[in-house]
T-cell receptor
Framework: GAGVSQTPSNKVTEKGKYVELRCDPI?????LYWYRQSLGQGPEFLIY????????DSGLPNDRFFAVRPEGSVSTLKIQRTERGDSAVYLC?????????????FGSGTRLTVV | DAKTTQPPSMDCAEGRAANLPCNHS???????VYWYRQIHSQGPQYIIH???NNETNEMASLIITEDRKSSTLILPHATLRDTAVYYC????????????FGQGTRLTINP
């Protein structure tokens, strides 16, 4: 597609539930990044994929968070046993070159609200 | 932690040049300066990057001081659609590097 697509755009879930957030990167972009943005803050890095493998997952806050990219294109961020503190906008970005040196393209994000 | 310091907010009149400063006094020799902006309810948008020479593209100009400890992003003729949070980021060019965002500067363009 023309841009990075994230679905759903909004998700409200109850504390303790499991959620999946989807990212469709730009076709042909091998690098994919997930970031999380809390209200009034800049985005914070979560995980980076180069192809199918997670090259850097150092930003995942704990083992309730997991992400996959099985075919090197679409990625899913999975959050188990959600907590109210997980409420944030989850952003996905992709780039043609592995390091995003010429800029990433971000999606509009998924706003997750845990009640 | 972010390696850059930016003013939290700025105002600029429509049609004027908007000059957004950024301090990066601890920048390393192999680190580039990147600028992104984030318009309300959207993801960040790449604007420009540079190492030590001034750079210009269709969106903006980037002026980096000779000692590389600070830079200025210039929007030459600001419009209302330039109202956004602007982030200045330093990162190396080689390898895959995550972006470390600070708080950015909230730029408001006034009619």
């Amino acid at each position: 597609g023309a841009g990075v697509s994230q679905t759903p755009s909004n998700k409200v879930t109850e504390k303790g539930k499991y959620v999946e957030l989807r990212c469709d990167p730009i076709s042909g972009h091998t690098a994919l990044y997930w970031y999380r943005q809390s209200l009034g803050q800049g985005p914070e890095f979560l995980i980076y994929f180069q192809g199918t493998g997670a090259a850097d997952d150092s930003g995942l806050p704990n083992d309730r968070f997991f992400a996959v990219r099985p075919e090197g294109s679409v990625s899913t961020l999975k959050i188990q046993r959600t907590e109210r503190g997980d409420s944030a906008v989850y952003l996905c970005a992709s780039s043609l070159d592995p390091g995003g040196h010429y800029g990433y393209t971000f999606g509009s994000g998924t706003r997750l609200t845990v009640v | 932690d972010a390696k850059t310091t930016q003013p939290p907010s700025m105002d600029c009149a429509e049609g004027r040049a908007a000059n957004l400063p950024c301090n990066h006094s601890t920048i390393s020799g192999n680190e580039y300066v990147y600028w992104y902006r984030q318009i309300h309810s959207q993801g960040p948008q790449y604007i420009i990057h540079g190492l030590k020479n001034n750079e210009t593209n269709e969106m903006a100009s980037l002026i980096i001081t000779e000692d590389r400890k600070s830079s200025t992003l210039i929007l030459p003729h600001a419009t209302l659609r330039d109202t956004a949070v602007y982030y200045c980021i330093v990162r190396v060019f080689q390898g895959a590097q995550k972006l470390v965002f600070g708080q950015g500067t909230r730029l408001t363009i006034n009619p």
